[in-house]
């Protein structure tokens, strides 16, 4: 869990996702700032590289259009070849545009790796590492969305 040598490390959210970010009016304002509660404050407390955040609301992301899809096939299983492309699309496109965002508004910052290459594997990396996390959790609790980080994996290997 070291982000690579060189880089500014930094107090992070440890929890950013959808759920985190409430849109009012014409902004947006990031709440819950206390970390993920599975871990203990000493390694809430730890700084890390913020690309550990980008990668969970990335993941965020994939997750909204995986439950999405879920839902409306439970209700209608004969979308499923109309919805699930829709669904990738957005599953590939919102974090693709996310990511642009956030590459404009950091670029040269001390806390990314100075090339696109770099940032790319150590985002993969940190992508991996939460799919294999979120695994874990959704067979012990929701095996009906495991396919979700499972995807990711294939999608990322």
Known sequence: RRAPAGLQLTRIHGSYDLRQVLHSEADFIIIDFEGDPAQSMEERRRLNTPLRDVANMVR??????????????????QDAERMTPWARWWHTWTPASFLDAYRSAAAGAGFLPADADSMDALLKLLLLEE????????LADRPEYAWIPM??????I
């Open 131 to 138: 799919a294999f996390i979120e695994i874990r959790h959704e």
């Open 60 to 77: 965020s992301f994939q997750y909204a259009a995986g439950v999405g899809l879920t839902a409306r096939l439970t209700i209608a299983p």
């Open 151 to 156: 995807q990711t994996v294939v999608d990322l």
